[in-house]
């Protein structure tokens, strides 16, 4: 039920853009390039878009497996958690319907700002960092993600009986953002 709650979430989100939408983001993204825009620019939009809606509906549904692996890894293995995976995966893909709704209720700041990726991060409370670690970090910190790992910790700590909802949310916190740590490392070696 979940997992097709958070398909039918992931296609509305593409879907409610639009494709005309789609093709004024490209032709802005040429013109600001100093590219020319092709003729043919609108079957490049529809190719998007379309993408977009079927990436979607796949997209929550491997988040939510993959994600459960990794907590079960880090809950189950190396803490010593009682449960199963399929308990995980049953926290976890609930837990992923704050980020799959947030990506619904952020589409009127998206449509605003032109900027089809915007999203709230820790970074919108830094506006003065300069480029550079800190404030990839930052960008790549997304409160709604943050609040989600804080629902699996909770479950996982419900799950367990033993634990407490303060450990389970430290460790489902904390495992995120050495994630975190380690791709912001990683994007800002190698822009420059």
Not at 49 to 67: C, D, E, K, N
Not at 90 to 115: E, K, M, Q, S, Y
């Amino acid at each position: 039920m979940v997992g097709a709650l958070l398909a039918a979430i992931g296609v509305l989100v593409p879907g409610l853009f639009g494709l005309e939408a789609f093709e004024e983001t490209i032709r802005d993204s040429m013109v600001e390039a100093g590219q020319d825009v092709p003729a043919d620019v609108s079957t490049w939009a529809l190719v998007s878009w379309t993408v977009g809606v079927a990436a979607a509906a796949i997209f929550w549904p491997v988040v939510a497996v993959l994600s459960a692996g990794l907590y079960a890894l880090v809950f189950l293995f190396l803490f010593g958690y009682e449960g199963s995976f399929r308990q995980l995966l049953n926290i976890t893909a609930h837990a992923l319907l704050v980020p799959a709704v947030a990506a619904v209720l952020l589409i009127p700041l998206r449509v605003v700002t032109g900027d089809f990726t915007a999203s709230l991060t820790a970074a919108a409370f830094f506006p003065f960092l300069e480029d550079g670690f800190l404030l990839t970090l930052l960008t790549f910190t997304d409160l709604f993600n943050l609040w989600c790992y804080a629902l699996v910790g909770l479950g996982a700590a419900l799950m367990d009986g033993r634990k407490s909802v303060g450990q389970g949310v430290t460790i489902s916190v904390a495992t995120a953002l050495i994630i975190t740590v380690v791709v912001a490392a990683v994007v800002n070696a190698f822009s420059g």
